[in-house]
């Protein structure tokens, strides 16, 4: 039973990093509709620039912050040279981008900060196991820190005014050019925020997984799943199927398939969402009367 | 009838538009007086709304749009709308995902003066509808609400120019005089300019004081609205009733 009970946080305590790149192909997507491959890429090329100020000696959450900053501007800057210019090209251009964007971001960590797997610090070691040994320091920390940071998001799309603009030109890009809002600088501040959010489960998951150019591979399979469980249309659904999909994951790896094949459980979650239910479960239907 | 005293607020001359390689304006000359308002009629097709959009900045435009005195064509669509038009485009434009409320703030987006609150109440006093429904996703109002919504926003934006894509469009004649009655009031209250594109000849003849008659891109057909309303001729050949 104990086993168990610590499956299922550990569930919780990933599914918060795969609820994050949800929620960042989910931004991307509903302003696109376009998946961004590279999402993972880049937060792994975050994760190495978290290291790198980190053993430039920088405190911990300093460079945390500074990482976020670095990741949005790199963001903007990625929408405002390369997408940009291709906005109204067909799919093909941007799947194009989206891989190349992958294999640089991919590469250029590599190629920056070698292939080795690296160790990455995590802030709440001190803590240890706690709650009668079910949940690590670590697992608390990291799920309170990405909590911390959708619950931010949220509240900066539902109260506020850039917010409510940004979600404007999502859904309708003509009629927000009509009230004035600056249509392709809100696709670029979607751009830095979910390169932001990104960073955010680079850093921590870096902890559990070790840091390599390939960290993310997986967590973004695992995030796609979620994001398409949740609904790819809906931010909320999205983070709610990225826990639900770190709880299956890690009950599945444990009981049912092995900690080999837990990937797998990702693919039949596409496949089965694909096929029984494509708008997920929580799929914006927009209701209108004409 | 005595021409104002001052400069119109939209001056357009030799205006074309098209989209790819077909043209569907072949050079308008027209004027939208200050505080006054400009009816553009004509068949489907004749150009009306291809003629808004142009003002806008959302299709590709030649010649020439002054507006308040000052040269707009070739702006963005963002920048033309920060300057002070606001566009009830055709479909409305209006957010059906968002709420009425999110509506709301979404017009008045590029204002920062501390009047916003009270332009809100200012347009309940219009439509009062909108008070009930301002929690509502604006998806699920009716044609009219939506209609009335729409308006709503582009009176947020405090504009000194509001351009009107055929607001009677698929709404019953009782909502249609009810939203024409209120573009009256607005009129009269606000001193906002407005150009209106109609089908429905009579309606827009009876609130504009001014009139130009599209035919496939050009004005065949221009003068005072009451003139055009009494001439016969034009009635009986170009608007049909």
């Known amino acids: ?290 | 009838m005595t021409a104002p005293p001052e400069a119109p607020i939209l001056d357009v001359r030799g205006l074309t538009a098209g989209y790819g390689q077909t043209a569907v304006l072949h050079g308008l000359d027209f004027v939208v007086d200050q505080g006054g308002v400009t009816a553009l009629l004509g068949a489907n097709g004749a150009g009306k709304t291809t003629t808004l959009r142009a003002i806008c900045g959302m299709v590709r435009t030649g010649g020439e749009i002054d507006f308040a005195g000052q040269r707009i064509g070739g702006l963005a669509t963002e920048d033309i709308a920060r300057r002070g038009i606001a566009h009830v485009p055709d479909g409305r434009g209006t957010f059906m995902e968002l709420t009425v409320e999110e509506n709301f703030r979404l017009g008045a987006y590029t204002r920062r003066d501390p009047e916003v609150a009270a332009d809100f109440e200012r347009v309940f006093g219009y439509f009062p509808r909108l008070r009930q429904r301002f929690r509502q996703q604006a998806g699920t109002l009716s044609g009219g609400e939506q209609q009335m919504l729409a308006i709503a926003r582009a009176l947020l934006l405090r504009p000194r120019l509001l351009l009107m894509d055929e607001p009677s469009f698929g709404l019953a004649p009782l909502i249609v005089q009810e939203i024409f009655a209120i573009m009256q009031r607005i009129r009269g209250d606000q001193g906002v300019s407005i150009l209106l594109v109609e089908q429905n000849a009579n309606l827009a003849l009876d609130i504009a004081d001014r009139a130009y008659l599209l035919e496939t891109g050009r004005i065949v057909i221009s003068g005072p609205a009451a003139e055009i309303r009494q001439d016969e001729a034009i009635r009986r050949s170009y608007l049909g009733y």
Do not use: C
């Not at chain 1, 918060?16 to 192909?25: D, K, N, P």
């Not at chain 1, 920056?112 to 079910?134: C, H, I, N, Q, R």
């Open chain 1, 1 to 290: 039973m104990d086993g168990l009970a610590h499956q299922l946080v550990a569930g919780i305590a990933t599914g918060g990093i795969y609820a994050a790149v949800a929620l960042a192909l989910v931004m991307i997507y509903q302003a696109t509709h376009h998946v961004n491959f590279a999402q993972g890429e880049m937060a792994t090329f975050s994760t190495y620039i978290a290291l790198t100020l980190i053993q430039a000696g920088l405190p911990y959450w300093v460079a945390f912050l500074a990482t976020l900053v670095i990741s949005f501007v790199l963001g903007v800057v990625i929408e405002r040279v390369l997408l940009r210019p291709v906005h109204d090209a067909p799919v093909l251009t941007h799947v194009g981008i989206f891989i190349g964007l992958l294999l640089v971001f991919s590469n250029l960590s590599g190629w920056m900060f070698d292939y080795t797997v690296k160790a990455f610090p995590s802030p709440f070691e001190a803590g240890g196991p706690m709650l009668g040994g079910l949940v690590s320091g670590h697992e608390l920390g990291s799920t309170a820190v990405t909590l911390a940071v959708l619950l931010l998001v949220f509240l900066f799309f539902r109260y506020t005014s850039l917010g409510l603009a940004m979600r404007a030109a999502a859904y309708n890009p003509v009629s927000a050019r009509l009230v004035g809002i600056r249509v392709g600088w809100m696709l670029a501040l979607g751009w830095g925020l979910a390169a932001a959010i990104g960073a955010v489960a680079g850093i921590m998951i870096a902890p559990v997984v070790f840091l390599e150019p390939n960290m993310m591979l997986g967590i973004l399979l695992y995030a796609f799943a979620g994001a398409l469980l949740g609904g790819i249309d809906n931010p909320g659904g999205a983070v709610l199927g990225g826990f639900a999909v770190g709880v299956i994951e890690n009950l599945g790896g444990a009981y049912l398939v092995g900690t080999e094949l837990k990937l797998t459980l990702a693919l039949v979650i596409i496949i089965a969402v694909l096929l029984i239910k494509p708008s997920g479960l929580f799929g914006r239907v927009v209701v209108s009367r004409v």
